[in-house]
């Protein structure tokens, strides 16, 4: 009886406004809707509770979720999965005096059920199209179970590896962010809000969170303006550009103000010079860690200074249900803040169609239709296979040949499963494991009848036991080939994942050198949510390749590049340092006055006299299984004004005996300026294929944007003088180099 009177409310209710919506706009339906809103009906919509069966962060208690949510006290929820448990709250929203609809949160990162590579990984490829198909995908999945909102793409700027979130970003370059920024935001949203197949983007951590001092997760940054703007800024300026519905603020203070209470960063810029008509939501609990940062007194002073700033959304504090009411009464906030913070999210909900149709995203045929859509398998391991990396690969040992006799696969990586979905990612404990292709099952898919595959261990990821040594020796002894696949365990990298040490944890070196005495070619997989450093490895291991965390299809991905069925092009996304004492490292570096030319170049320089001073693998860098050749670079001008442009031309050849794939990187110099300017900047690139022996002709244009700048009155714009133009296979691979001049 319940359940046919909410069908009946439920009807009347879609009919209603089904007849309103075609009357009037969003603005004058939400206009309406807070003119019969009381003050505690608004403040509920500017919360969010979570689902304690999934949590994401430390749990708030806090009185029945589902009383409040009848009496129309809350606006949002996170971690509820799945059309029967989303249709079951919205049920509840349903019986509210005002019935409006629940928002249905979750931290989306790289996949729903279909899990592809770690964001740093997929920023590895390099390829725009690959990124925004792998967030289309994870869109379509989630949605379809009901949710309407991913707290993605994280967008920060990160050149510390040993902060744990660098996972979950796209590196150290502001170019490179920024495209792949667009491309998560337009991937997630997909052609607009409320199409069935798409789901709001939240554009995090604003801002810089990526710069927290020695890289431990929700520590203090301390910047420039200048910095701020030129670095970390542009990739948060895309994501609005780019449509974001939504925004997440930061753990972290910048220069004394935490995020979440900062309203230079959340009215003034975003708000206000950028004009976004979204909505802020806090990270997990952060505006009651206002009081913990010493910048609130307490609950209520967080409350009202989280309010002020810009901050409309309280995730799991409980600060604005406890305070704001009270704020409002003893007027140290207006009603018209708080009306500002409940429009924006009202728009949402109404731009989803929620108030047309609340269940319209809680359909359990679709739901089971687009969590087993083979195509969505396809494009994981199409994108898993763009982002691995080919560090290195001496005497041409990869490809593997299918015909190769024994394969010895030796490693604690070999057999695990779930651990390639990498950190952050779903738990649909609905679901087993069973999709997920193992790096051992990717090999056995891919190896002819008459190749022998044979397993050890080895070794545990984090133990120092080397019982299992003799097992791996005596496989290697009985192989042609061997295969070992290490690194840091999963879950080592993500958020609260900082290491002060990102060498190999464990033995798996030691096990290594010990394999290297058997005098066998030996391929070397590391897989990693960070850059590591493995310097022994680096240096004495023939072929390395860089496999990340690459999702539910990472065996098949592996398999088909160690086989050659894909010719590796990722290219890395941030530096790779020698040691933990040259971090932060990062390609766009000032020169100073005493820079160094070369690494024997450090008497009275600026350098460490311990260490060679050059990374161990720089930004940019990725190896192919064949060569490419870049000839006749053509500039139409060498003299601009800031009103005309440059075409550059060039050619590049496949001049190899594989079919391949290669990222043409321009980067520029400003010689000298009104501020220094850092050595070099990726200003574009082009990711393409080549067949062997191919050649095609590419075109760049440089404008004034690219020649633009910050200045110490932090005036964006380009001041004339020479600008050197390098094109290349890496940042420290320039193959092409010209000069040419802005005038006045």
Not at 557 to 564: K, L, P
Not at 657 to 680: A, H, M
Request: aromatic share 10%.
């Amino acid at each position: 009886m319940k359940n046919i009177k909410i069908s009946i409310i439920v009807s009347v209710f879609i009919g209603l406004n089904v007849f309103s919506q075609q009357q009037k706009t969003i603005d004058e339906r939400v206009d309406d809707l807070l003119k019969k809103m009381t003050l505690e009906e608004k403040i509920g919509q500017l919360n969010q509770y979570t689902n304690d069966a999934n949590l994401t962060g430390p749990l708030v208690i806090k009185p029945n979720k589902q009383e409040e949510i009848k009496k129309g006290l809350l606006g949002s929820m996170l971690n509820v999965m799945g059309v029967e448990r989303t249709r079951k709250y919205q049920e509840l929203a349903l019986q509210s005096r005002l019935k409006i609809p629940l928002l249905f949160g979750l931290d989306v990162i790289h996949g729903y059920k279909t899990t592809f590579p770690i964001p740093l990984a997929e920023a590895a490829s390099w390829d725009l199209e690959a990124i925004e198909k792998s967030a289309r995908v994870a869109a379509e999945e989630a949605s379809a179970s009901g949710i309407h909102w991913t707290f993605a793409p994280m967008v920060d700027i990160s050149r510390d590896p040993r902060w744990g979130r660098v996972m979950e970003g796209a590196g150290e370059d502001t170019y490179l962010g920024s495209k792949i920024a667009i491309a998560r935001v337009k991937g997630f949203q997909g052609n607009k809000l409320g199409e069935l197949n798409s789901v709001m983007a939240c554009a995090k951590h604003f801002a810089a969170y990526g710069a927290a001092v020695g890289g431990r997760d929700y520590n203090s940054v301390d910047m420039s303006d200048r910095m701020l703007w030129e670095t970390y800024l542009p990739p948060f300026k895309a994501a609005v550009d780019a449509g974001a519905a939504t925004f997440m603020n930061s753990f972290n203070d910048l220069n004394g103000i935490p995020a979440t209470g900062n309203k230079y960063l959340q009215r003034d810029i975003l708000k206000g010079k950028w004009n976004f008509n979204g909505f802020v939501v806090s990270d997990w609990g952060s505006i009651g860690e206002m009081i913990d940062h010493g910048f609130a007194k307490d609950s209520k002073d967080a409350a009202l200074k989280a309010i002020i700033a810009g901050s409309d959304m309280d995730m799991e504090s409980n600060a604005y249900r406890n305070n704001l009411k009270q704020l409002v009464e003893e007027k140290k906030v207006s009603v018209e803040l708080i009306d500002d913070a409940v429009r924006r999210i009202l728009r949402k909900k109404f731009e989803l169609g929620l108030f047309e149709n609340p269940f319209r995203y809680s359909d359990s045929e679709r739901q089971k239709k687009q969590l087993n859509n083979p195509e969505h398998t396809k494009a994981a391991r199409e994108v898993a296979s763009k982002s691995i990396v080919l560090l290195k690969n001496e005497n041409g040992i990869l490809p593997l040949s299918k015909n190769v006799k024994t394969i010895g696969f030796i490693g604690p990586m070999v057999k695990l499963k779930r651990a390639n979905h990498g950190f952050w990612a779903v738990e649909l404990k609905e679901i087993d494991s069973s999709y997920i292709v193992s790096q051992w099952e990717g090999m056995l898919n891919k190896i002819g009848r008459n190749t022998k595959l044979l397993y050890a261990k080895g070794c545990g990821i984090l133990d120092n036991d080397k019982s299992g040594f003799k097992e791996a020796l005596e496989i290697a002894n009985q192989s042609d080939v061997v295969v070992v696949s290490i690194g840091e365990r999963h879950d080592m990298s993500g958020e609260a994942k900082s290491r002060s040490s990102i060498n190999i944890p464990g033995v798996q070196e030691d096990l290594i050198k010990e394999l290297q005495k058997t005098g066998k070619p030996i391929v070397v997989l590391i897989n990693a949510g960070r850059p590591l450093v493995f310097n022994w490895i680096a240096d004495n291991m023939p072929t390395i390749v860089y496999t990340w965390w690459l999702g539910s299809e990472a065996g098949n991905a592996i398999a088909d590049v160690i086989f050659g069925d894909y010719n590796p092009s990722g290219k890395l996304p941030m530096t790779f340092p020698r040691t933990e004492g040259q971090i932060p490292i990062y390609y766009n570096h000032y020169n100073t006055g005493r820079p160094i030319k070369n690494d024997n170049d450090i008497v009275y320089k600026s350098g460490y006299i311990d260490i060679t001073n050059s990374p161990k693998f720089p930004f940019g860098y990725g190896l192919s299984y064949t060569n490419f050749d870049y000839s006749n670079l053509k500039l139409s001008k060498t003299k601009i004004t800031n009103k005309e442009s440059i075409q550059v031309t060039m050619d590049i050849k496949n001049s190899g005996k594989f079919d391949g794939e290669e990222v043409v990187q321009l980067y520029i110099r400003d010689r000298f300026g009104s501020v220094v300017r850092p050595v070099k900047e990726l200003k574009d690139f082009q990711k393409i294929n080549l067949k062997a022996g191919e050649t095609k002709t590419l075109t760049f244009i440089i404008d004034n944007q690219k020649l633009s700048f910050y200045n110490e009155k932090l005036e964006f714009g380009s001041e004339s003088g020479e600008f050197d133009l390098m094109i290349g296979s890496s940042s420290d691979d320039i193959r092409l180099k010209d000069t040419f001049e802005l005038i006045d």
